[in-house]
């Protein structure tokens, strides 16, 4: 099973919208709706930010949103804001387990 | 509300057992919503999934780590374990004990983790 593949970067001013992509293959990101996102800040655990592609937990602003696309799904950040600096990984479901992306730094500007 | 608490030795020698513990406070170990899951996170790396159990005992693990893995639960005492035998350098990380979201194992994704115990195999 190989690791979805992120960007290693991405950034964006305050304000501004960021696109985070996940690419997989078929037999994963592109056969499931079971996709998910995770934020981590240095030196704490991740947070679940969106999960079954485009579903928010609670507590999760509506700024994050999620798609997907044959087999790459996106992590969308509206409006950024100075809290959202931190690292960012997807997992998708591959049939009989799953399999995280290598993860995306994402800077506010 | 639930809680997730990883515990075990920081240190561990080359070619010994690796061993981690995860305690569930707030809530039942055998409630619905209960596949419990062990994830590792390498020095900075990424996110690598080593397995998941269910309550009663079912286990499912990743495929690269499937001989030297075994994970248990003890429901008298609302935890779950990992044993990873034969370490090396690579297996040292940041370990996290994880709640699936969902009743059903394939949604996959985890709503809760623990702070996560850091482990460090050497000499």
């Known amino acids: 099973q190989s690791a979805l593949t992120q960007p290693p970067s991405a950034s964006g001013s305050p304000g501004q919208s960021v696109t985070i992509s996940c690419t997989g293959t078929s037999s994963d990101v592109g056969n499931y709706k079971y996709v998910s996102w995770y934020q981590q800040h240095p030196g704490k655990a991740p947070k679940l930010m969106i999960y079954?592609?485009?579903k928010r937990p609670s507590g999760v602003p509506d700024r994050f949103s999620g798609s997907k696309s044959g087999n790459t799904a996106f992590l969308t950040v509206s409006g950024l804001q100075a809290e959202d600096e931190s690292y960012y990984y997807c997992s998708s479901y591959t049939g009989t387990d799953g399999v995280f992306g290598g993860g995306t730094k994402l800077t506010v500007l | 509300q639930v809680q997730l608490q990883e515990s075990g030795p920081g240190l561990v020698k080359p070619s010994e057992t690796l061993s981690l513990t995860c305690t569930v406070f707030g809530g039942s170990i055998n409630s619905d919503n209960c596949y419990w899951g062990w994830i590792r996170q390498s020095p900075g790396k990424g996110l690598e999934w080593i397995g998941t159990i269910y309550y009663t005992g079912s286990t499912f693990y990743n495929p690269s780590l499937n001989s030297r893995v075994a994970m248990s639960v003890d429901t008298s005492k609302n935890q779950f374990s990992l044993r990873l035998t034969s370490v090396t350098a690579a297996d040292t990380a940041v370990y996290y004990c994880a709640r699936h979201g969902s009743k059903w194992y394939t949604d996959w994704f985890f709503d809760l983790w623990g702070r996560g115990a850091r482990v460090n195999v050497s000499s």
């Open positions: 079954e592609v485009n």
